[in-house]
């Protein structure tokens, strides 16, 4: 049996990869990729720890993660295709219109 | 058997997470993560949750994904998409994170094995005290059902706001539309 921390450090390794993709990219589209990522990350977490405390609770949490998720990408890629309408851009170096 | 199952789609996973990151192009990137999301279920369905692989799938793969791909080709991402000036400290920013939550991990005592005796009664009589699905529903529908309710309302405002924001017009652009 893999014990529970393997899952975890895979789980890890999946999130800071998304920390860096959105860090380092430019493109805002490869940015909510990376968001997807990270979510992903949390859900190996919640269903490996829900079956090693046998509890489903966290296989639940999941599910209202993937909801949010979906939400997140449907506004978000609206807002996206809104963005390019009015700036033609999807650079987020060149979206700066609420920069200080 | 298990263990070589975890290292498969472990190592695709991060494989997969790394290219998604990496490619320069979105379509390749969108391509590697809907590899991912097969490799999740995969790792769902190892951790005894059926019905999350399959949801997985449904809607990640099917739903979330097509509407990335649709959007990628709609703009036609064919310029400059280089990466940030940035790169370098964002990839040590992002090792040392991991190596923090590595170190922690380490430390917080996890257990080995399932602490209940799911495991020790041996997998396929688990399987048989009660459908993962069914146990799910159970849990949904009585423990969490505001949570459930409030999950339908995040859905609604999605949908409105999507149709706001990406319809002509809508927004303060109507004289453009006469």
């Known amino acids: 049996m893999v014990p529970l921390s393997y899952y975890m450090i895979l789980s890890a390794i999946v999130f800071a990869t998304g920390v860096v993709g959105v860090l380092i990219r430019r493109n805002i589209i490869m940015l909510l990729l990376s968001i997807e990522l990270m979510l992903n990350a949390t859900n190996i977490n919640f269903v490996a720890f829900s079956y090693y405390l046998d509890n489903v609770a966290g296989q639940v949490f999941v599910f209202f993660v993937l909801t949010v998720a979906a939400a997140e990408v449907a506004v978000g890629l609206a807002i996206i295709i809104a963005l390019y309408r009015d700036k033609a851009t999807v650079n987020v170096a060149e979206l700066n219109l609420m920069k200080w | ?178």
């Open chain 2, 1 to 178: 058997m298990a263990t070589l199952s975890f290292f498969y789609f472990g190592s695709v996973i991060v494989l997969c997470a790394l290219l998604v990151v990496a490619l320069r192009n979105p379509v390749h990137s969108v391509i590697a993560l809907l590899v991912m999301f097969f490799h999740i279920a995969g790792l769902f369905v190892t951790l005894h949750a059926e019905f999350l692989a399959a949801v997985q799938l449904i809607v990640y793969a099917g739903a979330i994904l097509v509407l990335y791909l649709f959007v990628v080709m709609i703009l036609n991402l064919q310029q400059d998409d280089s990466y940030q000036r940035q790169v370098k400290l964002g990839v040590g920013l992002g090792l040392l994170a991991l190596a923090e939550v590595t170190a922690i991990i380490g430390k917080a005592g996890l257990p080995e094995e399932p602490v209940s005796g799911r495991a020790a009664a041996g997998e396929a009589a688990a399987a048989a005290v009660a459908g993962n699905t069914e146990t799910i529903g159970k849990a949904l529908y009585t423990t969490y059902l505001f949570p459930f309710e409030v999950a339908s309302l995040i859905l609604l405002v999605a949908m409105i706001g999507a149709i706001i924001m990406a319809k002509k017009g809508l927004m303060g652009q109507e004289s453009e539309q006469k």
